[in-house]
């Protein structure tokens, strides 16, 4: 069959949203990590801009492979949005006008010294800035090594790049480009600008003072869920639009992009796009948390516990649902601040919504995984805020009490728990009641506050529950 691309586009069918007569559109946005999501999130938001002004095309850059940017060039830049959901749709995004694999650097550093190019942003994971536990950049990290090293000529990490870029704006003379890290990393722009001055300041000091005083990075807050892309994705595309799509990608129809406003232009009028600019992004991320992250850690081991196996699954488990609701809105909400633009009913409701969406295959044993990492602010800040507000938060307290039950039956059954700490929580749990259980967790730090041994009430509350949930006491737990 015929690939999607430029000379393709008017064979598409009628229905299908594409950038058929859009004009040549300019190079003014560098993305490093040009992956599923980046392409279902951010260049969406950049394509919706493109017809009415064309600047702001982006050069996708890949560090460490050549097969995206491959595919991509293949096909023009053209790849197929699937949208994923109760009503489904499929659209054509043409964003990108560059495509640079490991082996272009040269074209890489020109594009960063361009001042044509305003705004770089990076999709690369959590660890792809190189950062220590404390958010600090890792100066032992073999990347950085490599780039702080005399010789380094072609960075191996997003810092060194950025900063390489930025050196050669300053030696110009030239106004710095915005870094913009759309990663979910709390602070995100703060520790990448951190990471910036620290990178700098070993290689030259007046570089960092320079890149300290005059960059600014916007933090950011992104969401909306992505699958991997597979082979019945890409058959439903080419059924769909009549050529072949190497590079489609599939999300649900929820997104949400919250940038910080820093007082500089970041070039695309992404407020315009759907994007919320506010100066208070750590508002946006403390709601996403407790709200979106806290349910879903309560859906997975409620509902893995009452034979659940996606999130859609169990939402169709209309106690367990109508629980995770009232935990929202009773435990959840009423303990977070106030966001300007940021109305929590409407949040909760879209949150719902979302994971009641059958297009969506959301497997709670992968949301189950980490727990002792994850649930100390996912629902142990909840809890946190509730206590010191003289409440008792009863949901809350089940929901970790179905952890507990959760560890306790996969321990006893001899299944492994995927947690940094799995040996660990397995031999805590693997004997003895759930009062015992507990204990044990407290007295280690895994997974529950430590305030916790010092609270009788909230003690039993999640033992009690514990105990119910492995008993199978629904209707006493779900009420």
């Known amino acids: 069959m015929t690939r999607l691309s430029r000379a393709t586009l008017s064979t598409l069918p009628g ?28 260049a969406a938001y950049i394509d919706t801009l493109l017809d009415a002004d064309p600047r702001w095309g982006i050069a996708a850059v890949s560090m460490r492979s050549r097969g995206t940017v491959a595919a991509l060039a293949d096909q023009d830049g053209l790849y197929t949005l699937a949208i994923r ?57 073999p990347d950085i090594v490599h780039d702080l090293a005399d010789g380094g000529a072609v960075p191996r990490s997003v810092v060194g790049w950025i900063v390489a870029g930025l050196a050669a704006r300053r030696a110009a003379s030239a106004a710095p ?25 070993g290689r030259d000091p007046a570089l960092a003072d320079w890149i300290a005083g005059e960059v600014r990075v916007p933090s950011t807050m992104v969401d909306s869920i992505t699958p991997a892309a597979d082979d019945a994705l890409y058959a439903a595309v080419a059924e769909a639009i009549g050529v072949e799509d190497h590079a489609a990608v599939q999300r649900e129809a929820f997104a949400q992009w919250v940038i910080e406003d820093v007082g500089v232009p970041l070039g695309p009028d992404l407020a315009a796009a759907g994007a919320t600019l506010t100066s208070d992004v750590a508002g946006y991320e403390k709601a996403k948390l407790r709200i979106l992250n806290g349910a879903h850690s309560t859906l997975a081991y409620l509902g893995l516990l009452r034979g659940h196996a996606s999130v859609a699954e169990a939402m169709q488990d209309g106690p367990l649902a109508h629980f995770v609701d009232a935990m929202i809105r009773e435990d959840i909400t009423p303990q977070l601040p106030a966001v300007p633009g940021l109305d929590l009913d409407a949040y909760r409701a879209a949150v719902l919504a979302r994971f009641r969406n059958t297009a969506i295959v959301h497997r709670l044993d992968q949301i189950a995984i980490d727990g002792s990492q994850k649930l100390p602010y996912r629902l142990g800040d909840t809890l946190a805020a509730n206590r010191a507000a003289g409440r008792l938060p009863h949901r ?4 970790l009490g179905g952890w507990v039950a959760f560890l306790m ?45 010092g609270d009788d009430a909230l003690q039993r509350a999640i033992t009690a529950s514990a105990e119910a949930a492995g008993a199978g006491r629904w209707d006493e737990l779900l009420r």
Do not use: W
């Not at 480009?177 to 300041?201: E, I, R, T, Y």
């Not at 809350?396 to 929901?399: K, L, M, R, S, T």
């Not at 929580?425 to 280690?444: C, H, P, Q, Y």
């Open 15 to 42: 229905e299908i949203a594409a950038p058929r007569s859009r004009p040549p559109i300019g190079t003014s946005i560098v993305h490093f990590g040009p992956g599923a999501f980046h392409r279902a999130h951010q």
């Open 85 to 141: 959901d109760t009503q489904p749709a499929m659209r054509v995004i043409g964003a990108h006008t560059r495509f640079l694999a490991p082996d272009a650097a040269a074209e890489t550093l020109a594009l960063l010294a361009d001042p044509a190019v305003t705004l770089v942003t990076t999709t690369v994971t959590e660890k792809g800035y190189c950062l220590s536990a404390d958010g600090a950049l890792d100066r032992d990290h």
């Open 177 to 201: 480009f915005v870094p913009m890290p759309c990663d979910n990393l709390a602070s995100n722009g703060a520790k990448l600008h951190a990471a910036l001055v620290a990178f700098a300041g």
């Open 396 to 399: 809350v307290a089940i929901a």
């Open 409 to 453: 039956m996969r321990s006893r059954q001899g299944v492994s728990i995927a947690d940094p700490h799995g040996s660990a929580l397995a031999a805590a749990a693997a004997d003895g009641d759930a009062r015992t259980v507990v204990r044990r967790l407290v007295e280690a730090g895994l997974g529950l506050p430590p305030t916790i041994a």
